[in-house]
């Protein structure tokens, strides 16, 4: 007879994280040995759903797999290290958190509206927000943002700027409350090999609309969410996030890039809950310069590599039209059953035949599965990795040497001098190694010196000592 704590949790091999536990459902007697309440679900059915097996066919790293040929992991892959990192955080946060709660609730504060939350039940609630966080994507990811969800209007909220564009976090907050929350309401357990710290407490349960929360981007206000829930979200949209302590690592790894360490245990032993919001303590400030040091590295060596720049251009003129072709003008939001259909084998299935000269048509119709020649002809340069464009000027700029966009764009522009009367793009990228929103950083973390008080200030001294913008400027011109 199988060890009730072998019967209850999974080991799946993690080239970033060792061994990443997901929780298996339980029969009754099973449940019985375990010390645990019978369960209709576990982790295990919410990876098996559709939703979440399609992200094995959304690559992590769109058009850069054709620059780094070892880059070929999934969205699939880099949730489940999420998830695994969240979890993480849940653990070593949940006794400062607890206490800033109980201290509140005692004072007849904010968080005394909502019960304390047991252990497994923070745990579980971030390991389904870190899982669930890319559940929206659509093919190449952030391109299918910029190229097609940016068409729509995003859903209206009280907190949310009106002239906010669709994108893949709407969709996940659409799918993970329309088709998923089911399962993630039925879950009662993180996994743990004691049963004390795996079962929720009686009566709890994860909401849905927690985790669409947590994974919203900007991230919201809503009051109505219970304050614990609220304190967690900097984990998701803060200085530092579990999403980019995960793809940091595992997107260096998986290309072959040596960026450093990345200390996440220290920083994470170093971090707590205080009355203020997520801190960290002054010794982990390092840790945490090491990290988005690391972070920027990646920008500069594998996100802005010129040829990765060169393909995106070609892609820029491809995607739209090809998405239209397979899924038609509709906005993803009221067909989410075509859109669980719509992955990148199926459009790099379709782009092979148009780049072989099939199933083109000067004139479309959207949902026709046909392209123009020019969009097949494209395509076939992208599936070649033969870009139709090359660099002939660069310019990198930071914010310690004063550079911004407009004076990239006009050095570019004086470089690109001698190509004058050839087919030229300008393109710049941004990489910030502050957080998305730099206005949120006094908000999102605090640091805790060393005499116990809490100072930002500190903080700023390590944003001072990073190039806190880089503006990689390159002029193309067109090459075939």
């Known amino acids: 007879m199988a060890h009730p704590q072998f019967e209850a949790v999974n080991l799946i091999s993690d080239p970033i994280h060792g061994y990443i536990e997901l929780t298996k459902r339980l029969t009754p007697e099973q449940s019985g040995r375990a010390g645990l309440a019978p369960e209709s679900v576990a982790e295990e059915d919410l990876l098996d759903t559709p939703w979440l097996q399609r992200l094995r066919r959304i690559s992590q790293l769109q058009s850069a797999r054709w620059v780094f040929p070892t880059a070929e992991h ?16 849940g653990r070593a946060l949940y006794p400062t958190l607890r206490e800033v709660l109980l201290a509140d609730t005692l004072a007849e504060g904010e968080a005394s509206e909502d019960p304390i939350p047991s252990e497994p039940l923070v745990v579980e609630t971030l390991r389904m927000a870190g899982l669930l966080h890319d559940v929206g994507h659509g093919p190449f990811a952030h391109f299918f943002d910029e190229h097609v969800l940016a068409r729509f209007p995003a859903p209206p909220h009280p907190s949310r700027d009106p002239a906010k564009r669709l994108s893949h976090e709407d969709l996940g907050q659409a799918i993970i409350e329309r088709e998923l929350g089911a399962i993630i309401g039925g879950l009662r357990r993180a996994p743990d090999l004691q049963a004390e710290r795996a079962a929720f407490a009686e009566g709890e349960s994860i909401e849905p609309r927690w985790i669409g929360f947590l994974i919203s981007k900007p991230p919201l206000a809503d009051p109505t969410m219970p304050l614990w829930v609220r304190r967690l979200q900097p984990l998701f949209s803060g200085l530092f996030t579990v999403d980019n302590l995960d793809y940091v690592r595992r997107d260096a790894y998986m290309t072959g890039v040596s960026t450093g360490p990345v200390d996440a245990d220290r920083l994470r032993r170093y971090s707590f809950m205080s009355e203020r919001g997520l801190a960290v303590y002054e010794p982990g400030l390092g840790a945490l310069e090491q990290f988005l040091a690391s972070r920027l590295f990646m920008y500069n060596t594998v996100y802005f590599h010129r040829t990765v720049r060169a393909i995106d251009l070609d892609l820029e003129e491809v995607f739209g039209p090809s998405v239209r072709a397979l899924f038609g003008d509709g906005n993803p939001l009221d067909d989410l059953a075509a859109y669980a259909a719509l992955d990148e084998y199926a459009l790099l299935h379709q782009a092979s035949l148009w780049a072989g000269g099939r199933s083109l048509d000067p004139d479309p119709a959207p949902g026709s599965g046909c392209v123009t020649p020019t969009v097949g002809r494209l395509w076939r340069h992208v599936l070649l990795r033969q870009p139709t464009w090359r660099t002939i000027a660069e310019v990198r700029r930071d914010s310690r040497s004063g550079g911004t966009r407009a ?42 010196r060393r005499d116990g008080t809490l100072d930002s200030a500190p903080l700023d001294d390590l944003l001072e000592r990073l190039p806190a913008v880089v503006v990689v400027g390159r002029a193309y011109m067109r090459s075939a």
Request: net charge negative.
């Open 74 to 89: 999934s969205r699939f892959t880099h949730g489940l290290g999420v998830m695994h990192e969240a979890g993480l955080w």
């Open 407 to 448: 004076e990239v764009e006009a050095a570019l522009v004086a470089g690109a001098g001698a190509a004058v009367g050839s087919e030229l793009r300008l393109d710049l990228a941004e990489a910030d190694g502050r957080p998305q929103n730099p206005l949120n950083v006094r908000g999102s973390l605090i640091v805790a």
